[in-house]
C-alpha cells in the first residue's frame, strides 16, 4: 500500500517538475543567444546537464514508488505506514532541493557565457551541501525513531 500524499507533497513535486522543465527552457530558450564559444566548446555539457537532472528526478520518483531501494544507515520496519509516509517524503523533499539546486546551477552556467555574472561565487557549493545534507539529516532522525 503506497502511503497518501499531503498537499504539501503535492507543492513540493509540482516546485520539482517546474524546476526540471525550466533546465529545458534554459537551455533551449536560450540557446540561439549564447556566444559561438558557448555553443561550440560545451553545448554538451548542457545537454549532459539536461539528462542528469531528467534521470535524477525520474531515479527519485522510482525510489519514492519503490522505497526498499532507499538505504538507510540503519534497520528499520519499512512495513510501518509512518516509515512509508517518511520515506516519501523524504525523497520528495530531496527531489525538490536537489532539482532546485541543479536548475539554478544551470543558470549559472548559461549566464556566464552571457555575461550576466561572473561566477557562481564561492557560497553556492556550501548552499548546495548544507541544502541537501540538512533534510537528509532532519530525516534520518526521524526515521531512527523506528529502529528494529
Not at 23 to 30: E, Q
Not at 76 to 90: S, T
Amino acid at each position: 500500500m503506497q502511503p497518501r500524499r499531503s498537499i504539501q507533497d503535492w507543492l513540493l513535486e509540482a516546485v520539482a517538475l517546474a524546476a526540471l522543465i525550466a533546465t529545458f527552457a534554459m537551455v533551449f530558450g536560450h540557446w540561439q543567444r549564447l556566444p559561438g564559444f558557448a555553443r561550440r566548446g560545451s553545448g554538451e555539457s548542457y545537454v549532459v546537464m539536461c539528462l542528469l537532472n531528467a534521470g535524477v528526478y525520474l531515479l527519485l520518483i522510482f525510489a519514492s514508488r519503490y522505497q526498499q531501494l532507499i538505504s538507510v544507515p540503519f534497520e528499520i520496519d519499512r512495513d510501518r505506514p509512518e516509515v512509508k509516509q517518511l520515506l516519501l517524503r523524504m525523497t520528495i523533499v530531496l527531489k525538490t532541493v536537489l532539482m532546485v539546486l541543479l536548475a539554478g546551477l544551470l543558470w549559472i552556467i548559461v549566464n556566464t557565457p552571457l555575461g550576466r555574472m561572473r561566477t557562481a561565487g564561492r557560497g553556492f557549493l556550501a548552499v548546495f551541501l548544507i541544502a541537501m545534507l540538512a533534510p537528509t539529516l532532519v530525516y534520518v532522525r526521524k526515521l531512527s525513531r523506528f529502529r528494529k
